[in-house]
């Protein structure tokens, strides 16, 4: 919630840039992810259709209820 900061702003632009860079070489079905620090392409095959969830007892859903954030359940 709220504005994006900086950082948000920033990783949106590289995101952007590494689709088009996809784009431009004709590298289709690939989408951009953040992976260690890094801009990277990964196959749709491999992420469509598939459920990546966050175990309901790690630290960052444990610090985001202690905050009074809405998990949505």
Known sequence: GGSP???DR???SRFGTAAARLIREKKFGNMVALQNGKIVPVPLKDVA???KSVPPDCE???SARDLGLSMGD
């Open 10 to 12: 920033l990783l949106s």
């Open 49 to 51: 259709g598939k459920l």
């Open 60 to 62: 960052i859903i444990r």
């Open 5 to 7: 900061c900086a950082y």
